[in-house]
């Protein structure tokens, strides 16, 4: 392997985790970067081995987070072992499915994301609680399963459709649903880690040095998000959602 290929895929890999740390969506950064760079794999291996660095970005995002960010841990821990087993069944699945006739659905949600939140200018900007633990948890739970099989079956945006639903919801704030998001998204990415390791479709060469520059750029990241606070969460999370529904976009049509 060149140097300056895997100096290059560091580099998508930091950035990737600091966007990801924000707000989600770091897929969108690094794994168009790896499909380019290593064309000669399979896109299983570079898909496999692309979750190595975005598990430690999350991973220490949802350090950062933890210690800034109080977290229901009530709620939290059921939604991270549910979606933990939605993201193996999704991995599973996209082995026998063919998906492609989701993207038209998909991008029609994330035309409906972008519009609403920019229209909406107070959307996330402060926790609006109004259900009962009971119905908080029962939704969480589902929203786990969705996002969770989503992560494992297609896998790109799953930090900001988890982002959005905390908001939608479950009535978090941009601050806190970031902080929850990131360790349900660990736990997917662990799910799907485990499964492409069944598989040997992990190239560790590669793999480690970006993990390290992930890490990096998701400690900043959740740095910067807890300094920053909610205006500029939003801010990120527009731009991750436009470039979701473009990558959507040139994908269907």
């Known amino acids: 392997m060149e140097t300056y290929i895997i100096i290059i895929l560091c580099i998508a890999a930091f950035a990737a985790g600091f966007v990801d740390a924000v707000v989600g969506g770091g897929g969108l950064i690094q794994t168009p970067v790896g499909l380019i760079l290593l064309p000669l794999e399979s896109v299983a291996t570079v898909v496999g081995t692309l979750k190595v660095p975005a598990f430690s970005g999350t991973f220490m995002a949802a350090r950062q987070y933890m210690q800034q960010v109080t977290l229901r841990l009530k709620l939290l821990i059921p939604m991270a072992i549910v979606a933990f087993s939605a993201s193996c069944l999704g991995s599973w699945l996209l082995t026998r499915v063919h998906n492609a006739f989701m ?3 998909l991008l029609f949600v994330l035309i409906g994301i972008a519009g609403y939140t920019w229209v909406k200018k107070d959307f996330g900007q402060r926790s609006t609680p109004s259900l009962s633990p009971f119905k908080l948890k029962i939704i969480g739970l589902v929203l786990a399963v969705v996002v969770g099989f989503y992560d494992g ?18 009535g978090f704030d941009f601050l806190h649903a970031s902080a929850h998001a990131k360790v349900i998204n660990l736990a997917t990415n662990l799910g799907s880690i485990l499964l492409f390791i069944a598989k040997g479709k992990i190239i ?5 040095p970006m993990a390290f520059a992930n890490a990096l750029g998701g400690w900043i990241g959740a740095k910067t998000a807890v300094a920053r606070g909610n205006q500029f969460i939003r801010r990120v999370f527009m731009l991750v959602v436009a470039a979701t529904l473009l990558r959507f976009a040139w994908d269907v049509f």
């Not at 079956?153 to 479950?170: A, D, E, N």
């Open 204 to 208: 560790w060469s590669i793999a480690i």
């Open 103 to 105: 993207k038209p659905v």
């Open 153 to 170: 079956f297609i896998g790109p945006g799953t930090g900001s459709f988890l982002v959005l639903g905390c908001i939608v919801l479950l």
